[in-house]
Structures are given as C-alpha cells and as structure tokens.
C-alpha cells in the first residue's frame, strides 16, 4: 500500500508540476553531476599532466576507452530507462522493472567483455586510439586501471539513468558525485604521496568508479525506486532485449561515434606532435564541461518528456522541449563567455608549453562561439529518445557525435594549409551543421503531436 501511494504521488509530480520547474528541478542534480564528473576528468588531466607532456597526453588516449564503455552504458541504461518513464507514464510499473534488470544485466556483461579484450589487445588498442611512442607506456598503464573497473563503468550507467528516468535525479547524483569528489581526493593521494606516478591516477578512478557503483545500487536495493532490479525479472524474451537496445541505440552511436571522434582528432593531431594532443584534449574536457550544463538541463527533460509522452500530456512534452532549448542556450552561453575570456589561463593550468598554450587557447576560444549551436541537436535526439522515435534519435545522434566531424576533421587540416588550425575547427563546424539539419526535423514532430489524451 505505501509503494502504491509513493507510485501515485510520484505520477502526480511527473504530470502535475509546472513543466519549467519540474525541468530544472530534475535537471539541477544531473548537472551538478555532471559538472563533478567533468572536474574531476580535469583534475585527472591536471594532475597527470603535473608527470610529464606525455602523461598528460595519455589521459586524451584513454578518454577513448572511457568513451566505448559510457557508450556501451548509455545504449542500455537509456535504452532502459526511456522505456522505464513510458511504463510509468501508463502505469505499469511491473514491466518497468523486467525493463530495468534486463538493461542492469546486459551492460554489465557488455563491460565484462570489454575488460577481457581490452586487457588481451592493450598495446594495440592504445596505438588504435591514437598513441605515439612515448605516450604509449602511460597509456598502458593508466588504461588497464579503467579496463579493470569496465562492468562497474558500464552498469552504473544503467543505474543512473533509470533513477533519471523515473524522476529521482536527486538520487543519481548523491551516488555519481561520491565517485567523482572522491576521485578528486585520491588522485594527488596516489600520484604524488604514495608516489604511484599514472598508475596512481588509474588506480583512483576504478577505486572511485566501484564505490559511485555501489551507492546507486544500494538506492535500488533499499527500496528506494519504483524499478525493482531482480535476477529472476532479467527477461529471456528478445522483444525485451530489443526494445532496450532499438531505443539505446542512439546513445551508443552517439558515444561510440564521440570515441571514434577521439581517435581521428588524436592521429590528425599527431603529426603536430605530443603538445597538439595533449593541448585539444584538454580543450575536450573544458568545452564537456560547458557542454554538461546544456546536457544536464537536457537530461532533466528526458523523464518529463517520456512520461508525460506516455500518460498522453502532449502539450507538457511541446512546452518541456521550448523550455529546455533556451534555458540551455542560457546557461551555456554564460559559461562560454566566461570560458571564452579566460581560455589562456584555463589551458595554463594543465602546461604551460608555448605550444599547448597557442593551440588550445585558439581552439577553446572557437568552441566557446559555436558550442551554443550545439543544444538544437541535443534537445531534439532527447525528444526523439525519450518518445521511442528511434530512427530520427538514431540519425541525429550521430551527425551530433560525429558523422559530420570526422570528415571535417580528416579533409580541413589539409585544405588551404590550415593544419593544426583546421583540427581546432573541425568540432566547431560540427556543431553548426548537426543544428541546421535537426531544427526542421524537431519542428515537424513536434507539430504532429494531437492534443492531450488523442493517439499518436
């Protein structure tokens, strides 16, 4: 009876509340973990950078495997969840949780195979990902520490978005930004006092990764959530699995796409040596940082968004998307700016190469212009996700992740002599290309959508 009441008191809130404070209120706790998130990938670049040039360029090459497990995660975990705020939307909270253990189960064996090849294959893969000669040894050994810790990765991806999904942002972040605060503590703790140089570094984030792991699965197994995670509710029935996967599937194009990404920009960077790719990588992490403020808002309308799509609040859903478009465009706009001014200083602060200092402060400076194209394409692939229209969130995820900048990023360092110039363009140009090809597309569903109560 008491989970009944908490099940209706939590439909009320999802189809009640002001659509614009709902949003924020969701969306507020995902951006703050994702900030956390994002800082301490800076610390881990920051303190890594403090070994050696090289070292410092070894955290961009393992970004790269960070992306492939967060792109096997988020193919299931919002695959998972965006299901999960529909069921809930129409009420059927038993089949949310067949949904939820089955997404829990499949990305945690996603990441276990990971684990296992990554560790066979590591010298490859390193080189694959962009590694050069002398980066090659920090990589090594900072990427076996991450690949250790690969299910906990991939499965906590799984957690956090079902408790997104269901309304209970709140909960996500007290478990991701213990991870993050703590990986922040240990890294100086391992690096330099007990002198465990990047393995150190490595060693913090798994340790860090396994706790945050551990927190939001205890939020599920006190009882906490509307999903219940059960071995005997993991589904053998493939509609199940495929349901999952059809609707994750633009989140991982979209992270496979973002590591891919990494690879391209770390060869085309290579040629103008280690400071080039130690100098955009930097650029990456404080242009994601920006990013995760739009992002946050954005995941805070994901549940608004499919649950209101479910219980048939069709007029929520229209006024969730405007809102979350320019509340976004808001806020990042006002982090670019100050970004924007201080990019010298921000790049300073991982090394001071006259050569890191150029390239990164050119290229923060042009990301923080056009990033503010960046939320047109990320509200829209939200939308299409979290109502299960799967094949535009699947196209438009990976002009937004990459289908558009891997191209520019192989063919402008080469065009009128730009070199390294076009490398720092490359992402920019993205930005504005994935913009103008999802407004109309946003526009048209959006002006399809009947009135409250009618059928889709």
């Not at 999903?227 to 349901?243: G, M, Q």
């Given at each position: 009876?008491?989970?009944?009441?908490?099940?209706?008191?939590?439909?009320?809130?999802?189809?009640?509340?002001?659509?614009?404070?709902?949003?924020?209120?969701?969306?507020?706790?995902?951006t703050v973990s994702m900030l956390i998130t994002n800082i301490y990938n800076m610390a881990d670049s920051?303190?890594?950078?403090?070994?050696?040039?090289?070292?410092?360029?070894?955290?961009?090459?393992?970004?790269?495997?960070?992306?492939?497990?967060?792109?096997?995660?988020?193919?299931?975990?919002?695959?998972?969840?965006?299901?999960?705020?529909?069921?809930?939307?129409?009420?059927?909270?038993?089949?949310?949780?067949?949904?939820?253990?089955?997404?829990?189960?499949?990305?945690?064996?996603?990441?276990?195979?990971?684990?296992?090849?990554?560790?066979?294959?590591?010298?490859?893969?390193?080189?694959?990902?962009?590694?050069?000669?002398?980066?090659?040894?920090?990589?090594?050994?900072?990427?076996?520490?991450?690949?250790?810790?690969?299910?906990?990765?991939?499965?906590?991806?799984?957690?956090?978005?079902?408790?997104?999904?269901?309304?209970?942002?709140?909960?996500?972040?007290?478990?991701?930004?213990?991870?993050?605060?703590?990986?922040?503590?240990?890294?100086?703790?391992?690096?330099?006092?007990?002198?465990?140089?990047?393995?150190?570094?490595?060693?913090?984030?798994?340790?860090?990764?396994?706790?945050?792991?551990?927190?939001?699965?205890?939020?599920?197994?006190?009882?906490?959530?509307?999903?219940?995670?059960?071995?005997?509710?993991?589904?053998?029935?493939?509609?199940?699995?495929?349901?999952?996967?059809?609707?994750?599937?633009?989140?991982?194009?979209r992270q496979g796409l973002n590591s891919v990404s990494t690879?391209?920009?770390?060869?085309?960077?290579?040629?103008?040596?280690?400071?080039?790719?130690?100098?955009?990588?930097?650029?990456?992490?404080?242009?994601?940082?920006?990013?995760?403020?739009?992002?946050?808002?954005?995941?805070?309308?994901?549940?608004?968004?499919?649950?209101?799509?479910?219980?048939?609040?069709?007029?929520?859903?229209?006024?969730?998307?405007?809102?979350?478009?320019?509340?976004?465009?808001?806020?990042?706009?006002?982090?670019?700016?100050?970004?924007?001014?201080?990019?010298?200083?921000?790049?300073?602060?991982?090394?001071?190469?006259?050569?890191?200092?150029?390239?990164?402060?050119?290229?923060?400076?042009?990301?923080?212009?056009?990033?503010?194209?960046?939320?047109?394409?990320?509200?829209?692939?939200?939308?299409?996700?979290?109502?299960?229209?799967?094949?535009?969130?699947?196209?438009?995820?990976?002009?937004?992740?990459?289908?558009?900048?891997?191209?520019?990023?192989?063919?402008?360092?080469?065009?009128?002599?730009?070199?390294?110039?076009?490398?720092?363009?490359?992402?920019?140009?993205?930005?504005?290309?994935?913009?103008?090809?999802?407004?109309?597309?946003?526009?048209?569903?959006?002006?399809?959508?009947?009135?409250?109560?009618?059928?889709?």
């Amino acid at each position: 009876m008491n989970r009944d009441r908490t099940n209706d008191a939590q439909y009320r809130k999802m189809t009640e509340t002001p659509v614009g404070r709902l949003i924020v209120t969701l969306g507020l706790p995902t951006t703050v973990s994702m900030l956390i998130t994002n800082i301490y990938n800076m610390a881990d670049s920051y303190f890594v950078s403090r070994i050696s040039l090289s070292a410092g360029g070894a955290t961009s090459i393992v970004f790269g495997i960070m992306a492939i497990l967060q792109a096997f995660g988020f193919m299931f975990g919002h695959g998972a969840g965006s299901n999960i705020s529909r069921m809930l939307g129409s009420r059927q909270v038993e089949k949310a949780g067949r949904y939820g253990s089955t997404g829990f189960a499949w990305a945690f064996l996603s990441g276990t195979v990971i684990l296992a090849g990554g560790l066979c294959f590591i010298n490859p893969l390193m080189r694959l990902l962009g590694s050069t000669d002398t980066i090659l040894p920090y990589a090594q050994e900072y990427g076996t520490f991450i690949l250790l810790a690969a299910p906990f990765m991939t499965s906590s991806c799984v957690l956090n978005n079902i408790l997104r999904y269901e309304g209970k942002a709140a909960l996500a972040m007290i478990g991701l930004t213990s991870g993050g605060i703590l990986n922040i503590l240990l890294d100086p703790l391992f690096i330099f006092g007990l002198k465990l140089g990047i393995r150190g570094a490595g060693l913090a984030t798994a340790l860090s990764q396994t706790i945050s792991f551990c927190i939001l699965l205890f939020m599920f197994l006190s009882g906490r959530t509307q999903t219940r995670l059960a071995p005997k509710l993991v589904s053998r029935d493939w509609s199940v699995v495929r349901d999952i996967v059809l609707t994750g599937l633009p989140s991982l194009a979209r992270q496979g796409l973002n590591s891919v990404s990494t690879m391209v920009l770390n060869s085309c960077a290579k040629p103008f040596g280690d400071a080039a790719i130690a100098a955009m990588g930097y650029v990456g992490r404080t242009s994601s940082m920006v990013f995760s403020v739009g992002l946050g808002v954005g995941q805070g309308f994901q549940p608004v968004s499919g649950f209101n799509y479910g219980a048939k609040k069709f007029s929520r859903v229209k006024r969730g998307t405007w809102f979350t478009l320019f509340f976004g465009i808001a806020l990042m706009g006002t982090l670019a700016a100050v970004c924007f001014s201080l990019a010298p200083e921000i790049i300073g602060l991982f090394r001071r190469e006259e050569a890191v200092l150029r390239i990164g402060g050119e290229a923060l400076r042009i990301h923080c212009v056009f990033i503010l194209f960046l939320p047109v394409s990320v509200v829209a692939t939200m939308l299409f996700q979290s109502t299960g229209q799967n094949v535009p969130a699947l196209v438009l995820s990976c002009l937004q992740s990459g289908a558009a900048f891997i191209p520019l990023c192989l063919i402008l360092p080469n065009i009128a002599g730009l070199g390294v110039r076009g490398i720092e363009i490359a992402q920019p140009a993205a930005y504005v290309i994935a913009a103008i090809a999802s407004l109309p597309v946003m526009l048209k569903f959006l002006n399809r959508l009947p009135e409250d109560g009618g059928n889709q």
